[in-house]
């Protein structure tokens, strides 16, 4: 069974598994590799989120890990990934 990928509340970077934990709820603290977020303090709710992703975009949007960044990275298609709740 494939597993259903979690985008960042932020970005909409796509990972494998959610960093909120199977429950949704429980976050466990790292760091978006794209944005720089911390699961569970900048994206917390849905206004922390837009307040954060504001200032990632103001500040140019810049991979937080450089050496993760896609060699044909897209912002605007990743950024359509984030989940609606939280744009």
């Given amino acids: 069974m494939p597993m259903?990928?979690?985008?960042c509340r932020v970005c909409g970077l796509?990972?494998?598994?959610?960093?909120?934990?199977p429950d949704g709820h429980s976050p466990?603290?790292?760091?978006?590799?794209?944005?720089?977020?911390?699961?569970?303090?900048?994206?917390?709710t849905p206004d922390s989120a837009r307040e954060y992703r504001?200032?990632?975009l103001a500040a140019g949007a810049a991979w937080?890990?450089?050496?993760?960044k896609p060699p044909?990275?897209?912002l605007?298609?990743?950024?359509?990934?984030?989940?609606?709740f939280y744009r």
Avoid: K, R
Wanted: glycine content about 6%; some cysteine; aromatic content about 24%.
């Fill in 72 to 74: 044909n990275w897209h």
């Fill in 28 to 44: 466990d603290y790292t760091i978006c590799a794209c944005c720089g977020a911390e699961f569970g303090y900048q994206d917390y």
């Fill in 4 to 7: 259903e990928p979690w985008y």
């Fill in 54 to 56: 504001a200032q990632w």
């Fill in 14 to 21: 796509d990972y494998d598994e959610s960093p909120w934990g």
């Fill in 76 to 84: 605007n298609a990743q950024l359509q990934q984030v989940p609606a």
């Fill in 64 to 68: 937080f890990y450089p050496n993760m």
